[in-house]
């Protein structure tokens, strides 16, 4: 396993972070906030580079949260990862938000899983949230499905079923109807946003990517961000 180490990117959520870490652990973090992210990237990169003692020649490859996220979030971390990667160069590889989240709250609240499922929320605003499932096998997180986003009803789909829901939303985003009640079967983690180390997990089982080709994903497609009609084919 190369010794190198990765740089960690995730401007798609509300609260971010770049980072500098191993297989084996973190060398490097500073968080961003999503209002300053576009212009505060570049200087957060060179500052946990100086941190860990390296450059961009000693990195061995990116790992980017490609979103769901915000439109201006996400676009602007993918374009610098994509970027380095060209120009380093150096291997890129991504994950999701919703992957990000799961493995950053399993890896701080691992003791509250108690057989059940693993869920990563996120807001996708107008009433509408990002839901996916995960289990646990061996210590590891694996996917049952593909995210979907869809309405309040997310929120009684997870009480159903249980386990440890991660939100990467604070609990004043939950609908008045859906607010966590008391003795339920369901271990609520609220302001769960990507970290550094769970960034690395997740991206155990990513895959490369082409920095040519990569697109970020946003929280809506374009004809919702423009309240245009979507096309049917």
Wanted: charged letters at 15%; a negative charge; glycine letters at 8%.
């Amino acid at each position: 396993m190369s010794t190198q180490p990765f740089l960690l990117i995730n401007t798609a959520t509300v609260s971010g972070v770049v980072g500098l870490g191993r297989r084996d652990g973190v060398l490097a973090q500073t968080l961003l906030k999503l209002t300053t992210a576009s212009n505060t990237v570049v200087a957060a990169i060179d500052q946990v580079l100086a941190e860990a003692g390296c450059t961009l020649d000693d990195i061995g490859g990116i790992v980017l949260v490609k979103g769901p996220g915000t439109f201006t979030g996400s676009r602007v971390g993918a374009s610098i990862a994509k970027a380095i990667a060209y120009a380093a160069p150096c291997s890129l590889v991504s994950v999701t938000t919703l992957e990000a989240v799961a493995w950053s709250g399993f890896l701080t609240s691992s003791e509250q899983v108690t057989g059940g499922p693993v869920w990563a929320l996120l807001d996708a605003r107008r009433h509408q949230f990002y839901v996916q499932e995960f289990v646990v096998r061996e210590g590891a997180l694996l996917s049952r499905a593909d995210a979907v986003c869809v309405g309040p009803e997310a929120f009684d789909t997870v009480r159903a079923m249980g386990g440890l829901a991660v939100c990467a939303f604070s609990s004043a985003a939950v609908p008045e109807s859906q607010c966590p009640l008391e003795r339920e079967r369901v271990a609520w983690s609220f302001d769960a946003y990507p970290s550094c180390a769970g960034i690395l997990a997740a991206s155990a089982r990513a895959r490369s990517e082409d920095p040519f080709t990569l697109e970020p994903l946003y929280l809506r497609s374009t004809e919702e961000l423009f309240d245009l009609p979507k096309v049917t084919p």
